[in-house]
């Protein structure tokens, strides 16, 4: 099964991407609900062990004094990531074996950034203009634009992106976007099943 791994910064639209993929019939694995998930459940001895049992309250994760204590320490973040992210890739290599169809896509905001470029065959960077990223992250969260430009400044640039990605798909409307994504949809299933698309 081929796997297809979706990136892309705050407000640039991954996700309306990955939405017009699964109308297409693909599943699609969201590697930050997953994190979550398992961070909840199944993670929490290590979290607990390395962060101390405070950071869950009532039995959940707190997640706002996690993301206090890690983002103000490198070397804190690192250790969770270390402990986080080889479960996603395991959670998601489980899922995606009882899948069915040509391919599946995880979607993830720090694709590259996390390592997990590793785990999938084709990579797709999605796009956008900065003010247009700005506009729709106020729209959708109600926050400030100089917080958002902070947290995109913050991301990985659209130039490291288009250098490491196999695609690039630029997201101004979703009127143009659709149509792109036919178009990939199209090559990654004439990749699998290259007689069928003669």
Partial sequence: MMKVGITG???????????????????????????????????????????????YRDGVLDRARLAETVFRDPAALADLNAIVHPAVLRDFAAWAAEQPGDYVVLESAILFEAGLEGAVDRTVAVLAPLELRVARTCRRDGCDAEAVRRRIAAQADDDMLRDRADYTLVNISEEELEPAVAELDRRFRAEIRPHEDR
Avoid at 15 to 33: I, K
């Fill in 9 to 55: 910064g705050i407000g640039s639209g991954k996700s309306t991407v990955c939405r017009l993929f699964a109308g297409r019939g693909v599943a699609v694995y969201d590697s930050d609900a997953a994190a979550k998930r398992l961070m909840g459940d199944a993670l929490r001895p290590a979290v607990e062990a390395r962060f101390g049992a405070a950071v």
